[in-house]
Every structure is written in C-alpha cells, then in structure tokens.
C-alpha cells in the first residue's frame, strides 16, 4: 500500500538575514507513515518534530530531499483539504464562539450550511463542549482551548491527523479521552502523526514512532519491536502464599540459573486517577470546564464508514 | 467566494472590536462636529461652506487613512505573528483568498465610516444653513458656486499660464463646452499675480467670452482679485451653447499680470446636480481607501509588523505629497525661491556653487521624483477633495477610471504582488 507520507533525504536548514545557513534543524530525514497507522515523533526540544510537522503542512519549505503528503507535494492546496491539524498553541480567534470557531473552519472546506453545522455539533458533544457553545474562546480553559483545538482539525473528516503535543495542558481525563479519540480515529482508517513529550502518552496510542535528536533520525520502527525486551519474559500469576511462593521461585532459578525477581505489579496512575475521580464526580454535580464523559465516542459523522460519508 | 467570504465575515468581527478603529470612526465623527466651530473663514458663506467642505472631507479621509494603514498591515502580519493566520494556512485556502476576503471587509468598514461621517457632515452643514437664515442672494451664490456640479474645462491648448504685458490681449479657446443646463451661470476662474506678488489687489482688465470669430455673449470691464482663485460668473446666452468657447482678456493696468501656470484660467459650466456629485466623490474616496487597504495589507504579507506598519504609512506620505513630488518632477525645483524684499522676486537670485553631493545626488534624486511622479500621477488625479469644495464636477467616467486605476490596476497589482510573495515565504 502506497504510503500516505514519505519524507527522503528531508533537510531543513534556516538562514539568517543574509541567506547565510544559521541551524540545520532537520538533517537527512528518511521515513514513511503508512495508511491507518498512528505515527509518533518523539524527540528533545530542538530536535526538529516541529519544524518536521511544520514542512509535512507546508507552512515550512524543505531546503533539501523529497517529501509527498498523500501522494502531492506538502504545499498542494487541495491536499489540505484532507489533513486536519492541531497545533501545539491552541491559536484560535478569541473573539469567536466555540460554535462560531468550528463554523469558521467549516467554511473553509467545501461543505453545504447543513451539513457543517452537523458536523459542529457533533464535534462540540464529542469534545464535551456542547454548553460552552456560545461562550468566547477567549476564557476558555487551557484544556477547553485544546479540545476545541481538535475539534477544529476534524471539521472535515480529515485522511491524514497531524496532532502537535495533542496532549499538553490537558487534565488526565482529557488526556485519557484524546488517545481513546486517536485510537478511536485509527480504527476508522485515519493515518495519524502525533508529536509529544509525553512518552507514556505515545507508547499508548503509536503504532510506530521516530525518535529524533538534533535534526537527526535516531530511531524508527514499531513501538513493540523497539519497546521489547527479547532477553526477558514476565510471567503473570495470582498471588500466592510465601510457603507456595517459595518453591516455585526455587524451581525456576534452577531451571534457568538464575534469581528471579518478583513483586506485585503496580495499577497504572492514570487508571487510578481516572477511577477516583470518576467517584468523587459521582457525588457531585457540578461542573464548570468541559462536560467530560467516561469514554469519549467519536462525532458520528467520523464514525460512519468512508463509503456512507 | 465561499472562502473569501469566511475570511470577510471573520475580518469584519475582528475590524467591529478594534479599539483602534473604534477611536478613529469617533474621532472622524467628533473632528465633523468640532470642524466648523474651529475652522476660520473669509466671512462669506461661500467661503464658509467651501471651507468646511474641504477640511472636513480632507480630516475624515486623513482619519480614516491612518485608521485603515494602522489596522491593515496587522490583519495579515500581526495574525501570523500571533500564529492565528498559520490555522488558516493548513487549509485548502490560497493566500489570494485570505488576502481578498481581508480587503473587502477593509473597503466594507471604510464605505460605512465614509459614508456616516459624510452623511453627518452633510446634515449638520444642512442644519448650519438652515440655523444661518441666508438671504436669497447667498442662497443663489451658494447653489451657483458651491453645493453644485460643475464641469472645469481647462483652454486649449496650453493650461493658460503665461504673462499678458500691460494693454495687451490673451485668448483662450475652450473645447467640449457642455450643454447649457437651464439657468444655470458659467463661470470663469482665474488666478493671476502681478510681478510684485502684491496680494488682494483688485486687477483692472476687459474679460468676454462668445463663440470664436464672433460677437461675444459676455464683455464686461472688471477688477478681479490676485493671488487665490477669483471667479466671473457668466449668464449663459439665450440659445444653445457653442461646443468651443473663446475666452478674451485685456490687460487694462499698467502692470504686467502673470496667470498661473496651471490654474490660470478655467471655463466651469454646470452639469447634473450636488447631490449625486457628492456620491459620486464619496465613491472616488473609498477607492481611495481601498488602495490604501491594499497597500496595508500587502506590506502586512511582506514584512512583520512594525517594519510593514512603517512600510505602510510611507506609502500614505508619498501619497500624500504626491503634488509636491509632482510639481519637483514637471520644474526640476525642490523648492519655492525666496524672493528678497528689496528685488521685487524678479527670480534674479545670486547663486552659490552647488558642492560635490549636490551635483552628484540631485539627477538622482529628480529621476527619483520622476519614478515617483509617474507612479503617484494617476492616484493624484483621483482626488475629488478640492473640485467638490469647489463645486466641480467629478463625472461617472472619473469614477470608472478611478475604479480602474485604484480597484483593478493598484488594488490588483497590490494582490499580486502579496500573492507572489507569500507563496515563496514561509510562515513555520
């Protein structure tokens, strides 16, 4: 299957004001991102995930190398029309509505007056902004900002999602609830290219990622290929008594020569996060940012298979 | 379109909460109602009116030419800066249609700050008349000079400068003259000095005008007055008026009197009436503005926002000298000459060796003015301010060229120009 990115020899130098080379800030980048797979750039500040996704949207030119978005150049206006974007700095208009933000974006895309205002709707529920539809985007909440943010970038039933830190100034629960939406979004057959410091973040949802460091590809492949650790097997039991435990442990130490090591394995924060809050707002009802619901459930208009769209 | 009117609709909001724009329409209002308290005139209500025409319509223009070379350059500099533009960049939108919807919503805001400030300006000149109990008398010499429409033929086939040595005659052919509209006065405006610049003396002299080679319809002896634009006004004759007129004068003092050089002489003969006249200016100003906009908004794609800002308001100053940049490219002087008490101004002035920069530098700088003028001429020619304080006529075909030049030509060319450059500059 032909790829939906393929970046080869990608370089990006900027020059000062004199045209004179001043930071080479991607250098020789080769990878592809393939249909309906979640893609991760992972990297240190200054390590070219931004300007990479800068020149995948075309806000920023390659000085060296190929690079093709869904089969066209990354400048390509009309393949813009099939990439949605969330920027790392939710830069909306702070003088329109959530509403109106949505309906803004919408207009840009070939759309009819029914159907964007479909589309927004559903978008606003899916986000859990469906009360703060008339309220400015202005004094919304860092996190509220970003889920509108997302909303805006699926406006058009995007093929290719590029999600800039689509994690970053949100509570674990909206955090929880954008990965359940990427993954959401992959089953459905969207390509996704995420970038983020989040590491625990992109272990969740990648299917693969590319790891770079001063401009330069250091790693790239699935995230269980890179992830595991081959010389090593975890075995999972129920807890035993120590007279039980004992023997057993004695019996593998023999059999594989040497000690192993054992504990009780410890719940995941944010499960245990989300379960406790999800007690505590059970005794209350109140609630002032976004309205968030346990699972997030994708806009049904992203929900329905391409060919019914 | 569909684009394009998501950017205007977006650029309208953004325009309606502009403090800055804000200030300027109630600054435009407020300048309209201080105005005529503030402003001196000759003490005839001619000059009055003509007066308050003129300053009024030229502080709301200024006003709102600042307001919009202020708020412009930002639309596109300032939302790139504050990374808003960049959301609208991953779109399936051409920068041309950012560019359009931005410019209309730019001409839609300046039509109706215009067209308030010129309605209140209108209405409370309205009111002033009303207030001011004129005689009938002032009441015809207003409707004759000012709140009317009138066509200014200039002679063929020189503008009619020149000097008319004591006892001698001059003529003047104007062609085209339009059809006689019923009642309505010519009128000859001249503006002559004598040798000496003595102003407000009264000029002794014989002025006719008729059909050439025959027996003129007008012929009266008068003094007419130096130095600022003087006008005769002239019954029309009983029948239709010939197409070319010949106007006579006979220098009847014992001085020479030199006509200006532009503004000698001038036939004006009335065509259509006040009101549309107005419209039709109100339209040439917003064209006006709208190349302003264009200009603004072109920088704002060029430069950030500081630097285009700049970039901006020296356009408005070029604009704005352009008559100066003009009159430096036609004479090749920079200046007036000072003429010294004592000599008279004769234009004898005792002249130093010009050093090593001046000689180097003015062919440079007078080709500089020449570039300059060429550029700025068709603009200049667009201004309707004086002729409607003037009681000129500024006809639909100056308001077709004006949309031409100003619209399609400048406007165009500004859209252009922004368009190609933003393709090759990245906005990361």
């Known amino acids: 299957m032909k790829p939906i990115i393929q970046a080869e020899g990608l370089e990006k130098t900027f020059r000062d004001f004199w045209r004179r080379p001043r930071v080479r800030a991607v250098k020789d980048l080769t990878f592809d991102v393939r249909p309906g797979e979640v893609f991760g750039l992972l990297g240190p500040n200054g390590s070219g995930k931004s300007t990479t996704m800068k020149m995948l949207l075309g806000l920023l030119h390659p000085t060296g190398g190929r690079l093709s978005v869904l089969g066209a150049p990354a400048r390509d206006v009309a393949v813009k029309g099939r990439i949605g974007y969330m920027p790392e700095e939710s830069s909306l208009y702070p003088f329109l509505t959530a509403a109106e933000t949505l309906d803004f974006f919408g207009r840009l895309f070939p759309l009819s007056p029914a159907e964007r205002r479909r589309r927004r709707d559903e978008l606003l529920e899916m986000v859990g902004l469906t009360h703060a539809r008339d309220r400015l985007v202005g004094e919304f909440s860092k996190g509220m900002a970003r889920r509108i943010c997302l909303a805006q970038a699926l406006i058009n039933d995007p093929d290719l999602i590029l999600l800039d830190e689509p994690t970053s100034g949100l509570d674990p629960i909206g955090c929880r609830q954008v990965k359940d939406c990427i993954l959401a979004l992959a089953m459905r057959g969207k390509t996704i290219v995420l970038s983020s410091h989040l590491l625990g973040d992109v272990e969740d949802v990648c299917d693969r990622i590319a790891i770079l460091y001063n401009g330069v590809l250091c790693a790239l492949g699935g995230v269980g290929e890179l992830l595991e650790e081959q010389d090593q097997i975890r075995v999972f039991l129920p807890s035993l008594p120590p007279e039980r435990r004992a023997p057993l442990l004695a019996w593998l130490a023999e059999q594989t020569g040497v000690e192993p090591r054992w504990d009780h394995p410890r719940r995941n924060l944010e499960r245990f996060f989300l379960d406790t809050v999800r007690l505590a707002r059970d005794k209350t009802a109140d609630q002032t940012g976004a309205q968030v619901a346990d699972d997030i459930r994708l806009a049904p208009f992203l929900d329905q298979p391409r060919k019914d769209r | ?428």
């Open chain 2, 1 to 428: 379109m569909r684009i394009t009117g998501a950017i205007f609709l977006l650029t309208l909001r953004s325009l309606a909460r502009s403090r800055f724009l804000i200030c300027i329409l109630f600054l435009a209002l407020a300048l309209v109602v201080v105005l005529p308290v503030a402003i001196q005139d000759d003490g005839t209500v001619t000059g009055r009116v003509q007066v308050l025409l003129r300053y009024t319509l030229a502080a709301v223009t200024f006003l709102l030419s600042v307001g919009t070379l202020g708020v412009a350059p930002g639309l596109v500099a300032g939302e790139l800066e504050t990374r808003h533009l960049q959301q609208v960049l991953v779109k399936p939108v051409r920068f041309g249609q950012i560019w359009a919807g931005k410019w209309l919503a730019l001409v839609a805001v300046n039509a109706v700050m215009l067209a308030l400030s010129m309605l209140l300006a209108q209405a409370l000149l309205n009111w002033n008349l009303r207030a001011s109990r004129l005689t009938p008398q002032q009441t015809a010499e207003l409707s004759r000079t000012v709140l009317v429409s009138r066509v200014n033929r200039a002679p063929a086939p020189d503008a009619g400068g020149g000097v008319v040595r004591p006892g001698a005659e001059r003529r003047w052919l104007f062609h085209h003259v339009p059809e006689k509209e019923t009642g309505q006065p010519l009128t000859l405006r001249i503006q002559f000095i004598t040798p000496n610049f003595e102003e407000n003396r009264e000029l002794d002299g014989e002025w006719s005008l008729g059909a050439p080679g025959k027996a003129p319809f007008f012929s009266k002896r008068l003094r007419v007055r130096t130095f600022l634009p003087q006008e005769i006004v002239i019954p029309p004759p009983p029948g239709p008026l010939p197409e070319t007129l010949e106007a006579v004068y006979v220098n009847r003092e014992p001085d020479a009197v030199l006509f200006h050089a532009e503004q000698g002489i001038r036939l004006l003969a009335p065509k259509g009436a006040y009101g549309p006249n107005l419209v039709r200016a109100y339209g040439l100003l917003l064209f006006n503005l709208a190349l302003l906009a264009a200009v603004g908004l072109t920088m704002g794609s060029l430069f950030s926002s500081p630097v285009a800002v700049l970039a901006a308001f020296f356009a408005l100053a070029l604009f704005s000298f352009s008559g100066y940049i003009g009159s430096v490219a036609r004479t090749g002087v920079f200046y007036v000459p000072h003429h010294h008490e004592d000599g008279g101004g004769t234009g004898h002035e005792e002249e130093s060796e010009p050093g090593w920069a001046a000689r180097h530098l003015e062919p440079l700088l007078k080709a500089a003015y020449r570039g300059a003028d060429k550029v700025l001429a068709p603009v200049r020619r667009l201004d309707p301010l004086e002729r409607v304080a003037g009681g000129e006529r500024v006809s639909p075909a100056e308001v077709g060229r004006g949309f031409v030049v100003l619209i399609i030509f400048g406007s165009g060319l500004m859209a252009a120009l922004a368009a190609g450059v933003f393709r090759r500059r990245e906005t990361g």
